[in-house]
């Protein structure tokens, strides 16, 4: 009964510890969107070709934005290096 009590004491020990000295990750930046420009093309093979430009405003220090793009498993991104990043100072 004793080593029990002991390993109950060591988890809730541990477990406070955690709580106690670990931080949050945030990740609450205030933004907007203040342009969204769609070109979408459809090729002459059915397959269709589309560039965004999405501009964003940032009001506070931010390390830039995840964009993620949902794609079907038929649909692939070509050439991601073309992707490119513009900074307005």
Known sequence: MKKFFYVMTEIILFLILVIVFTKPALADVNYDITNVD????????????????????FDDDAHGIFYLQNLANNQELKNPADCKIKLNT
């Open 38 to 57: 769609v070109t979408a093309r459809v090729n002459p093979n059915g397959s269709l070709s589309m560039e965004r430009r999405i501009t964003y405003k």
